[in-house]
T-cell receptor, first 115, second 109 residues
Framework: EAGVAQSPRYKIIEKRQSVAFWCNPISGHATLYWYQQILGQGPKLLIQFQNNGVVDDSQLPKDRFSAERLKGVDSTLKIQPAKLEDSAVYLC?????????????FGPGTRLTVL | AQRVTQPEKLLSVFKGAPVELKCNYSYSGSPELFWYVQYSRQRLQLLLRHISRESIKGFTADLNKGETSFHLKKPFAQEEDSAMYYCALSRTGRRALTFGSGTRLQVQP
């Protein structure tokens, strides 16, 4: 079974530029999560989708971050414009139905550096 | 708001020594607790969850609601246990995880 795929793996941009990340979850997984992991910290939830609807985006900085999950499969996360403090690893995860005890499967992450 | 605290950034032990990775949480409801692990150059993956009461790779963790702790233990550490370990919590009615800041376990030969 293929795991969660993410691209690109690395991205370097200058502040005020825009950037987009892509995630393809495990086939059949209804729930998709985007986490931000700043160096030295644990992952922090940015947004959670159930199929193509948003379940939780309370910690998403909506003035600069946006995300979508068209057709309930792939998802993109965008930052526009980027700030220095956005430098982090962006992790995508998926789970089967989104029950509290579900296993979340993580992708390899995209490491973003903002100069 | 919920919070997960892992007080140790680094834990270094010798092979064969017992290991205890500490995790404390604050949450007023009934939490689900997990341990996730990230080996070098690998993805973050589930190690174990409290509801399963399982032992994975010799690791166990008991939820102590009185002390609000979920410490991860292994009686005899192996070199292949060297990794980053994250304690995580999910809230009642929620599926997303709140992670601690992680503890790096180094098992020396």
């Amino acid at each position: 079974e293929a795991g969660v795929a993410q691209s690109p793996r690395y991205k370097i941009i200058e502040k005020r530029q825009s950037v987009a990340f892509w995630c393809n979850p495990i086939s059949g997984h209804a729930t998709l999560y985007w986490y931000q992991q700043i160096l030295g910290q644990g992952p922090k939830l940015l947004i959670q989708f159930q199929n193509n609807g948003v379940v939780d985006d309370s910690q998403l900085p909506k003035d600069r971050f946006s995300a979508e999950r068209l057709k309930g499969v792939d998802s993109t996360l965008k930052i526009q414009p980027a700030k220095l403090e956005d430098s982090a690893v962006y992790l995508c995860a998926s789970s089967l139905v989104g029950q509290r005890t579900d296993t979340q499967y993580f992708g390899p992450g995209t490491r973003l550096t903002v100069l | 708001a919920q919070r997960v605290t892992q007080p140790e950034k680094l834990l270094s032990v010798f092979k064969g020594a017992p290991v205890e990775l500490k995790c404390n949480y604050s949450y007023s409801g009934s939490p689900e607790l997990f341990w996730y692990v990230q080996y070098s150059r690998q993805r973050l993956q589930l190690l174990l969850r409290h509801i399963s009461r399982e032992s994975i790779k010799g690791f166990t963790a008991d939820l102590n609601k009185g002390e609000t702790s979920f410490h991860l233990k292994k009686p005899f550490a192996q070199e292949e246990d060297s990794a980053m370990y994250y304690c995580a919590l999910s809230r009642t009615g929620r599926r997303a995880l709140t992670f601690g800041s992680g503890t790096r376990l180094q098992v020396q030969p």
